[in-house]
């Protein structure tokens, strides 16, 4: 077996079949479950444990990323929203339309992605427009990481089913 044919079958294309592809999935949903709203969720944890100076980093964190979120949302949201759809509908027509696997694999990646990323834009203008501090902030981040983790989920299991359904459809040995 030479270098060339290794190498393709490391990277194969048939996803649903492919280490890399369940790798990459599980590393995804695991960073945007820890990753809430961009802030670590260990420092939500110590700064509801000790209080004091963590809590002023994490209110800092969440007003900057907030902000952050905001201001790329008010700036060019209509033209992430328009490239998202087209990008989203030009994976789902090439996956579902003419069967091109790693199409469908993408496209059950970054789907749930962007109502996580809508629902992080929700969030931040929650927190922003209420001012939200302390206690009320750590139950909008809670709330905010159970949905993304219950987006997740049901993400893993859609895709786990779609990805079943595909390799025994085309069988074994592809």
């Given amino acids: 077996m030479d270098w060339y044919q290794s190498i393709f079958e490391l990277i194969d294309m048939r996803s649903f079949s ?3 592809f369940w790798i990459a999935l599980a590393v995804v949903w695991s960073t945007a479950s820890h990753w809430v709203m961009g ?12 209080g ?8 800092t964190l969440v007003r900057i990323y907030s902000n ?6 008010r ?9 998202a759809c087209f990008f989203l509908t030009m994976l789902g027509t090439l996956g579902f339309v003419y069967r ?17 990323g809508a629902i992080s834009l ?19 981040l809670s709330k905010h990481r159970i949905i993304v983790q219950a987006i997740g989920m049901l993400a893993i299991f859609v895709t786990a089913l779609w990805g079943m ?7 074994p040995l592809g």
């Fill in 122 to 140: 929700n969030t931040a203008r929650l927190i922003q427009d209420r001012d939200e501090h302390a206690e009320a902030l750590f139950r909008r």
């Fill in 18 to 20: 492919n280490l890399w």
């Fill in 75 to 83: 700036v060019s949201g209509l033209w992430l929203l328009g490239f």
């Fill in 100 to 116: 091109f696997e790693f199409g469908q694999a993408v496209f059950l990646l970054l789907f749930p992605m962007t109502l996580v």
């Fill in 68 to 73: 952050r979120l905001l201001y790329i949302a």
């Fill in 165 to 171: 359904l595909q390799n025994m459809a085309i069988g």
């Fill in 52 to 59: 004091g100076h963590y809590l002023d980093d994490l209110e």
């Fill in 39 to 50: 802030v670590p969720w260990d420092i939500v944890v110590r700064a509801r444990r000790e």
